[in-house]
């Protein structure tokens, strides 16, 4: 069975910076672009940004309000994505989900993780 | 950035009824997009993807259509599990956004 595991959330402080992982298994992580979306307690869900495969150069692309302080990467040896994120906000608190999708495909997410709580906090 | 503009923001239906649900896009995303759904405390889950194909699993009472600009995700009738917040999201450009999500809660 297809499975995206998050982890590494937790409490940080304002400026702090903090890396989330999200482990694979059930599928070719190699062939697959990896995403990750958050989502504030009681609130939507927003697009963070996105890692593509070797066939793609692993290109990524954010958006605005990650953009300069998050970085997605991923080791298709280990069969895990991550999110780096620095100088944290209060308003990057928020549940990390990580999503795929098969890269060849012009499509939207087809498997999500559990997701994993971020809380930016003095 | 493209916006989604989803509607209702809510509504209250009872077991049975037919309930429709609508995204706008600000500008044409031709097929791209998708339906999902997500319980409370739990991860959304895929209902359609490219507008109206059915994710393989999901029930057959799930439709989607639409292209361009507008989009409708149709439960024929309403069950007891469906009720759960309901997203649309586009990929037809970068950043990907998502509609402000629709609750469906029981009447």
């Known amino acids: 069975e297809a499975q995206l595991v998050e982890s590494g959330g937790g409490l940080v402080q304002p400026g702090g910076s903090l890396k989330l992982s999200c482990g694979a298994s059930?599928?070719?992580?190699?062939?697959?672009?990896i995403h990750w979306v958050r989502q504030a307690s009681g609130k939507g869900l927003e697009w963070v940004g996105q890692?593509?495969?070797?066939?793609?150069?692993?290109?990524?692309i954010y958006a605005a309000s990650a953009r300069g302080r998050f970085i997605i990467s991923r080791d298709d040896s280990e069969n895990t994505a991550y999110l780096q994120m620095n100088r944290l906000k209060a308003e990057d608190t928020a549940v990390y989900y990580c999503?795929?999708?098969?890269?060849?495909?012009?499509?939207?997410?087809?498997?999500w993780g559990r997701g994993t709580l971020v809380t930016v906090s003095s | 950035d493209i916006q989604m503009t989803q509607s209702p923001s809510s509504l209250s239906a009872s077991v049975g009824d037919r309930v429709t649900i609508t995204c706008r896009a600000s500008?044409?995303?031709?097929?791209?997009l998708g339906w999902y759904q997500q319980k409370p405390g739990k991860a959304p889950k895929r209902l359609i993807y490219?507008?109206?194909s059915l994710q393989p699993g999901v029930p057959w009472r799930f439709s989607g259509s639409g292209s361009g600009t507008e989009f409708t995700l149709t439960i024929s009738s309403l069950q007891p599990e469906d009720f759960a917040t309901y997203y649309c999201?586009?990929?037809?450009?970068?950043?990907?956004?998502f509609g402000q999500g629709t609750k469906v809660e029981i009447k």
């Open positions: 999201l586009q990929h037809n450009s970068y950043p990907w956004t």
């Open positions: 999503c795929k999708h098969p890269d060849a495909i012009p499509t939207n997410f087809d498997l």
């Open positions: 059930g599928f070719t992580f190699s062939a697959a672009a």
């Open positions: 890692i593509r495969s070797a066939a793609n150069t692993y290109a990524t």
């Open positions: 500008q044409g995303i031709r097929n791209d």
């Open positions: 490219a507008a109206s």
